[in-house]
């Protein structure tokens, strides 16, 4: 009896065998709007992201690293290049150009030309020029070019520092000082001129008379005839005032329109009407050289500081650290001159 005729071999012959199975695709799960909505947002915050200079140069250098490594003949954009299809008909298979050696090897160059990438705006050769600058001016210096910098002392550094600091600290101080120097010897002189000016005038002759009486000249007077102590500062004030008047003038002759004038217009008229120029008389001797400036400007900032503060005490009975004028000489209640006394 054979085996097809065996009972309940057909029913096995209609199951399938279990290693031939084969399984239908199943369909992906359909997307809903909600996981719709958050990819979308993933991506366009992706898009969004801006990256840092650091990440951009890296992408950068890596796609110029693998592009250098890419011959061009794997491109696949190479088949539909008219170049090389023109160097292939005349013999090119790849490899370096110009003449080839007795066995076929090529000469030419295989690998392609360095870059050297330029990040600065300087012109060719703008570097070897730089070099060459500092080079003669460490030979003028007495350095040697390839010498290293010396090492600098961390307390020495500190130093210096706070010796800068102090200085312009006192730079400030003294500027302050000249100034309250300059106004009370202004007020000094002032209330002199006043009191002797109100001496000479009795009351005499009509009203008429006294207005007919020359006036005070208020003409600027010459430097060397101002306090040493602080004529730098009057000097200073003087030339930034020359340079803002003769600008102004230029300005205003710029944009003024030709004007008819009458010879005997009165003076009050023309300035009225802006007919009459800037008058600005500066000192006679601005422009003159002051040795004795020049040799104050080149003491120490605190013997300037002390020697204007002795000034102020002496001539004023003031203390510039107190802000404070005494009634007396002896200046009672004063700890002294300097501002560590004050402290």
Same mark, same amino acid.
């Given at each position: 009896m054979s085996a097809t005729n065996q009972p309940g071999s057909e029913a096995q012959d209609d199951e399938d065998d279990y290693m031939n199975m084969t399984f239908e695709d199943t369909q992906a799960p359909k997307e809903t709007s909600l996981q719709r909505t958050q990819r979308l947002k993933k991506e366009a915050r992706a898009r969004g992201a801006v990256k840092s200079k650091a990440q951009i140069a890296e992408e950068e250098a890596a796609a110029r690293e693998r592009a250098l490594a890419t011959s061009m003949l794997d491109d696949p954009r190479a088949k539909k290049s008219k170049g090389l299809a023109m160097m292939a008909k005349m013999g090119f298979t790849g490899g370096g150009l110009g003449k080839k050696t007795d066995d076929g090897t090529p000469?030419?160059?295989?690998?392609?030309?360095?870059?050297?990438?330029?990040?600065?705006?300087?012109?060719?050769?703008?570097?070897?020029?730089?070099?060459?600058?500092?080079?003669?001016?460490?030979?003028?210096?007495?350095?040697?070019?390839?010498?290293?910098?010396?090492?600098?002392?961390?307390?020495?550094?500190?130093?210096?520092?706070?010796?800068?600091?102090? #200085?312009?600290?006192?730079?400030?101080?003294?500027?302050?000082?000249?100034?309250?120097?300059?106004?009370?010897?202004?007020?000094?002189?002032?209330? #002199?001129?006043?009191?002797?000016?109100?001496?000479?005038? #009795?009351?005499s002759g009509s009203e008429a008379e006294r207005k007919k009486r020359p006036k005070a000249s208020h003409s600027s007077k010459p430097l060397k005839s101002v306090s040493i102590l602080y004529r730098g500062l009057v000097r200073h004030r003087e030339e930034k005032e020359r340079v803002r008047r003769m600008r102004y003038d230029l300005e205003q002759s710029l944009s003024r329109l030709p004007t008819y004038e009458e010879e005997d217009d009165d003076p009050d008229y023309k300035t009225a009407l802006g007919k009459a120029g800037t008058v600005y008389a500066t000192a006679e001797d601005l422009d003159e050289e002051d040795p004795e400036q020049d040799e104050f400007d080149a003491l120490d900032v605190r013997e300037r500081l002390e020697r204007l503060l002795k000034h102020l005490r002496e001539q004023h009975r003031y203390c510039f650290w107190c802000k404070m004028a005494y009634p007396d000489a002896e200046m009672d209640g004063c700890p002294g001159l300097t501002e560590e006394d004050h402290d």
């Open positions: 000469q030419g160059r295989t690998e392609p030309i360095h870059l050297s990438l330029k990040d600065d705006r300087g012109g060719i050769g703008m570097d070897s020029e730089k070099k060459r600058r500092f080079r003669e001016a460490a030979e003028e210096q007495g350095i040697a070019p390839d010498a290293k910098a010396p090492k600098l002392d961390p307390d020495e550094y500190r130093e210096r520092v706070r010796k800068e600091r102090e #200085d312009a600290k006192l730079e400030q101080q003294f500027f302050a000082a000249q100034r309250l120097a300059e106004r009370m010897d202004d007020e000094q002189s002032g209330e #002199d001129a006043g009191s002797k000016a109100d001496a000479d005038d #009795d009351g």
